[in-house]
């Protein structure tokens, strides 16, 4: 690799000083016991089965036709979607239109390593999964042989950050007015030696993906849905579980999927008023630009017909 003698070149590889640390020198029960305490109790004050309140507003991208963000505490997505266009090299006439997902992670977002500016396996697979769950919510035959690009950019990452994703652009594509067959909504939970984390922080996803009891249920689930409808869009599983531990998740996620769905639908409420509101001052200035202008009209001619 070619040296810039004009800046202080660091080492080509290079490890974190974190993998150092002492706090990466603890085993599964000392990483246990800072995620929850003997109360029941988790690292930010929740109990298992309580989520993080969410802020969501929208038309936050001007350039977009539909944008949104979401924030779950320290979880913060934006989403922006745009118009339709046309499938560019596509030999083949396709009925349905085709959705375009892409994630990515800014580079100061994750606690535990920086992020490459060039897409990596992670930000694939959350395309993908973002793909895959917005395809069953969205209309794609009402623009047939077109494509809609979504694009998701996460300012940072506590936990839950396909969930958050899949929740911007459901609202994203509702500021869009893309047709759709119901606001699609998800939410994740964790689960460590057969206790159920709803909402997991990033710290308690971690955990769930590295359990060293090959007996207890580990993992995490990932489910959306559109909560009108009553049918699941997408579900996503890591770890190993029995039967009973993702039917009980499952029940667990429905839930959870239900109680934001008023939250999204009051956003959107909100959105249209304020549309109206805007449309009806504009409509005001209209109307009185052009009685300014005809009482000008008046004056002139009066002015010609005297003159």
């Known amino acids: 690799m070619p040296l810039d003698y004009r ?19 603890k085993n599964f029960n000392e990483l246990f016991s800072d995620v929850i305490d003997d ?13 993080r309140s969410l802020f969501a507003r929208t038309d936050l991208i001007s350039q977009a036709k539909g944008s949104a963000y979401i924030e779950l505490k320290k979880t913060k997505v934006v989403c ?16 349905l239109g085709q959705i375009f997902c892409e994630v990515k992670f800014a580079p100061f977002s994750c ?6 500016h060039a897409p990596d396996a ?16 969205v209309c794609r035959h009402k623009f047939p042989n077109f494509q809609i690009d ?15 994703a899949i929740n911007a652009a459901g609202l994203a594509l509702a500021d869009a007015a893309v047709p759709m067959y119901d606001i699609i909504t998800a939410s994740s939970l ?25 007996e207890a249920n580990h993992g995490v689930i990932t489910m959306s849905m559109l909560p009108e409808l009553k049918q699941i869009a997408d579900f996503r599983q890591i770890g190993s579980m029995d039967v009973d531990c993702v039917t ?7 839930k959870e999927c239900e109680k934001i769905i008023p939250n999204i639908q009051q956003i959107i409420v909100l959105n249209v008023m304020r549309t109206f509101k805007l449309q009806k001052r504009l409509d005001e200035e209209a109307r009185e630009r052009e009685a300014a202008l005809n009482e000008k009209m008046e004056e002139w001619k009066a002015l010609l017909n005297s003159g």
């Open 7 to 25: 800046r202080f070149n660091g080492p080509e590889d290079s490890i974190s000083y974190k993998q150092f640390s002492q706090n990466n020198s």
């Open 80 to 95: 922006s979607v745009f118009d339709p266009r046309e499938i560019m090299h596509q030999n083949e006439y396709s009925t």
């Open 111 to 116: 606690p535990r390593k920086r992020r490459p």
């Open 248 to 254: 009980n998740a499952m029940n667990v996620l429905e």
């Open 190 to 214: 964790a689960v460590i030696d057969n206790k159920v984390f709803v909402d997991p922080l990033e710290a308690e996803e971690y955990l769930a993906t590295m359990n060293s009891n090959n």
């Open 122 to 137: 992670e930000e694939k697979a959350l395309s993908v999964a973002l793909r895959k769950a917005l395809e069953p919510t």
């Open 39 to 51: 109360n029941g109790i988790r690292k930010d004050g929740r109990a298992l089965e309580e989520a």
């Open 150 to 164: 979504v694009f998701v950019y996460i300012l940072e990452h506590d936990g839950s950050c396909l969930a958050a």
